[in-house]
């Protein structure tokens, strides 16, 4: 009757029976009516990067994912939840230990030594061990999520600061071509004016344009250099090991990226998925707290002495303990389990909002800015086709220099714009890559997270722990 007794009990759980919180998703995104895809349609990459076909881009992801900061401090997080989640396991099976004891008196005769093995096993009676057990497990899991977070939010931040240390560098460039044709066009007012043919108006004008174009370099010269000091930062270096070959940003392809259901893009993206996890953490919280409000019972046993068998005794005992009055503290912890868990549901439900709001917003943006682009590189052919003409016209005497100037300026922002939009376009096609878990897999494709294969010093790590 006990045995059977034992048996009933211990199938008892007192773990809430999980629910994945429900919450409405849309079946398409309304940046795309209809659900339309871009113009190409390719395949959804996991290196994704990649499909800008950029090799320095692809050399700087690599050492990133190799000796990034912040991954490795993501995954000896992950390893640390794994080995908790393994000290929390072991609470489910018995102990054994052995004793050695000796002692000696005034006499030879006296000497005695004893060896007695020893096991003890509280009976998990209401699935109290088990619950504390799930729960390091799931919070393990949502650590392994919070690896892959730390990895694509990585990969992002290291194309997004390299497009940015190209568009710094070229619009160096661009200050340094322009303060270089003032400098041209300076000393032929200058000559001009000597001759009668330019007033002084117009070299002081000149003048200030020269000094305005020369200003600009230095201060793009330190913004260039402070985004390559974080980029080396990203990549696990020093910012004076960092040396960028500097492609020309125009040269980087901007790819189209592969449409996504709203579902299958939560489903896949790690913020949502960590935050799932840690809600059954939660749960079998829950069922721990209950469970502690019952009776415990632990068995003992000794076997000695083991140096003796002739004199050898074997001993188990056994207790039931019952908490009667502990001012409130289990009661305590259950509210803080619940409250807790209501908590995790509203943070589960806004990941999932804060995912879907930043696709559309990234899906707004690669699309304002390709229709920026367009606009831009028009009138940006306009700007220097004005310039051009306006230099033609000066030198015959068909116009005063004043034009000439305001067709220089014009020219020079519309150049410095065209940088601008190019890298902002760049950057959102990244942020869309991201939003949408390019490269995730589906939970069902997946039962572990597995580290980035270029760490030579870790493997493979499981999100469970056995």
């Given at each position: 009757?006990?045995?059977?007794?034992?048996?009933v009990?211990?199938?008892?759980?007192?773990?809430?029976?999980?629910?994945?919180?429900?919450?409405?998703?849309?079946?398409?995104?309304?940046?795309?009516?209809?659900?339309a895809?871009?113009?190409?349609?390719?395949?959804?990459?996991?290196?994704?990067?990649?499909?800008?076909?950029?090799?320095e881009?692809?050399?700087?992801?690599?050492?990133?994912?190799?000796?990034?900061?912040?991954?490795?401090i993501?995954?000896?997080?992950?390893?640390?939840?794994?080995?908790?989640?393994?000290?929390?396991?072991?609470?489910?099976?018995?102990?054994?230990?052995?004793?050695?004891?000796?002692?000696?008196?005034?006499?030879?005769?006296?000497?005695?030594?004893?060896?007695?093995?020893?096991?003890?096993?509280?009976?998990?009676?209401?699935?109290?061990?088990?619950?504390?057990?799930?729960?390091?497990?799931?919070?393990?899991?949502?650590?392994?999520?919070?690896?892959?977070?730390?990895?694509v939010?990585?990969?992002?931040?290291?194309?997004?600061?390299?497009?940015?240390?190209?568009?710094?560098?070229?619009?160096?460039?661009?200050?340094?071509?322009?303060?270089?044709?003032?400098?041209a066009?300076?000393?032929?007012?200058?000559?001009?004016?000597?001759?009668?043919?330019?007033?002084?108006?117009?070299?002081?004008?000149?003048?200030?344009?020269?000094?305005?174009?020369?200003?600009?370099?230095?201060?793009?010269?330190?913004?260039?250099?402070?985004?390559t000091?974080?980029?080396?930062?990203?990549?696990?270096?020093?910012?004076?090991?960092?040396?960028?070959?500097?492609?020309?940003?125009?040269?980087?392809?901007?790819?189209?990226?592969?449409?996504?259901?709203?579902?299958?893009?939560?489903?896949?993206?790690?913020?949502?998925?960590?935050?799932?996890?840690?809600?059954?953490?939660?749960?079998?919280?829950?069922g721990?707290?209950?469970?502690?409000?019952?009776?415990?019972?632990?068995?003992?046993?000794?076997?000695?002495?083991?140096?003796?068998?002739?004199?050898?005794?074997?001993?188990?005992?056994?207790?039931?303990?019952?908490?009667?009055?502990?001012?409130?503290?289990?009661?305590?912890?259950?509210?803080?389990?619940?409250?807790?868990?209501?908590?995790?549901?509203?943070?589960?439900?806004?990941?999932?909002?804060?995912a879907?709001?930043?696709?559309?917003?990234?899906?707004?943006a690669?699309?304002?800015?390709?229709?920026?682009?367009?606009?831009?590189?028009?009138?940006?052919?306009?700007?220097?086709?004005?310039?051009?003409?306006?230099?033609?016209?000066?030198?015959?005497?068909?116009?005063?220099?004043?034009?000439?100037?305001?067709?220089?300026?014009?020219?020079?922002?519309?150049?410095?714009?065209?940088?601008?939009?190019?890298?902002?376009?760049?950057?959102?096609?990244?942020?869309?890559?991201?939003?949408l878990?390019?490269?995730?897999?589906?939970?069902?494709?997946?039962?572990?997270?597995?580290?980035?294969?270029?760490?030579?010093?870790?493997?493979?790590?499981?999100?469970?722990?056995?």
């Amino acid at each position: 009757m006990a045995a059977v007794m034992l048996a009933v009990l211990g199938g008892c759980s007192m773990v809430p029976i999980y629910k994945q919180p429900g919450m409405t998703l849309p079946t398409q995104w309304s940046s795309h009516p209809g659900n339309a895809q871009p113009s190409t349609i390719q395949a959804d990459p996991p290196e994704w990067w990649k499909s800008f076909g950029s090799a320095e881009l692809d050399a700087l992801v690599a050492r990133g994912l190799a000796d990034g900061f912040d991954l490795k401090i993501a995954i000896h997080r992950l390893e640390q939840a794994q080995a908790r989640a393994g000290i929390a396991s072991a609470a489910q099976y018995p102990t054994l230990g052995l004793a050695i004891n000796g002692s000696r008196g005034t006499s030879s005769s006296s000497t005695k030594r004893s060896a007695t093995l020893q096991a003890s096993y509280a009976l998990d009676l209401w699935g109290l061990n088990r619950a504390l057990a799930s729960s390091a497990r799931a919070t393990a899991e949502s650590s392994g999520f919070d690896m892959e977070i730390a990895k694509v939010t990585l990969v992002s931040s290291i194309a997004s600061t390299y497009f940015q240390a190209l568009s710094l560098n070229e619009r160096v460039r661009l200050a340094q071509l322009l303060a270089k044709d003032a400098q041209a066009m300076l000393s032929l007012v200058q000559t001009q004016a000597r001759l009668g043919a330019a007033s002084d108006l117009e070299v002081a004008q000149q003048r200030n344009a020269l000094q305005t174009f020369q200003a600009a370099v230095p201060i793009l010269m330190q913004q260039r250099d402070q985004v390559t000091g974080d980029l080396a930062v990203l990549i696990g270096d020093l910012p004076e090991n960092l040396h960028l070959v500097a492609e020309n940003l125009r040269d980087v392809r901007i790819p189209d990226v592969a449409g996504t259901a709203p579902a299958d893009a939560i489903a896949r993206l790690p913020e949502v998925r960590s935050a799932e996890a840690r809600l059954k953490a939660a749960d079998f919280d829950i069922g721990a707290a209950r469970a502690a409000f019952l009776p415990s019972l632990s068995l003992a046993g000794g076997y000695g002495t083991l140096l003796n068998p002739s004199a050898a005794l074997w001993t188990v005992a056994g207790s039931v303990l019952q908490p009667l009055f502990d001012a409130g503290q289990r009661e305590g912890q259950l509210r803080v389990d619940r409250a807790h868990a209501e908590e995790l549901v509203v943070t589960y439900k806004k990941a999932i909002a804060t995912a879907l709001q930043t696709v559309e917003s990234q899906m707004s943006a690669t699309s304002a800015t390709r229709d920026a682009e367009q606009l831009d590189e028009a009138a940006l052919q306009s700007a220097r086709q004005a310039l051009d003409l306006a230099r033609i016209r000066m030198t015959n005497g068909a116009t005063d220099f004043l034009t000439v100037l305001l067709s220089e300026r014009t020219l020079y922002q519309a150049e410095d714009t065209a940088l601008q939009i190019r890298l902002q376009r760049l950057q959102s096609t990244v942020g869309l890559y991201r939003a949408l878990g390019t490269g995730q897999s589906l939970p069902d494709e997946s039962a572990t997270a597995t580290v980035p294969s270029s760490h030579p010093w870790v493997a493979t790590i499981a999100k469970e722990t056995s």
